[in-house]
């Protein structure tokens, strides 16, 4: 299987990336799991659209 295939079929590991971006509904202890990988974390708002 290709990494391509690889990555869309099994989810990496948490220290495997740099930004994450979720709602201010992420429960506090996975908040701390991005800090003690130190995992930037950013706060998406409603409408918030990326290109």
Excluded: K, T, Y
Excluded at 5 to 20: H, I, R, V
Excluded at 27 to 44: D, I, N, Y
Aim: include cysteine; charge should be negative.
């Amino acid at each position: 299987m290709s990494r391509a295939g690889q990555a869309l079929s099994e989810p990496a590991p948490l220290a495997d990336f740099a930004l994450a971006i979720s709602d201010e509904l992420l429960p506090q202890e996975e908040q701390g799991a991005f800090q003690s990988l130190c995992v930037r974390r950013e706060l998406a708002e409603e409408g918030d659209h990326r290109p």
